[in-house]
């Protein structure tokens, strides 16, 4: 995923995320916004396993 971090306006920041887009009232919200979506996206993740799914539901 790519992100890019703009000011678009006096005080007014955007973060975008390919072909989506988050405005802030200021930089550093911006980027305390893409810090922790980068943290997140590094996470581990755990893939579901489908049969358990299947025979719960």
Do not use: N
Not at 22 to 49: C, M, N, Y
């Amino acid at each position: 995923m790519k992100i890019l971090i703009k000011e678009v306006a006096k005080s007014q920041w955007q973060v975008r995320l390919d072909q989506h887009a988050v405005t802030f009232r200021s930089e550093a919200e911006a980027l305390a916004f893409t810090k922790t979506l980068e943290a997140r996206l590094l996470a581990p993740h755990q893939i579901p396993d489908h049969q358990q799914q299947r025979a719960a539901g």
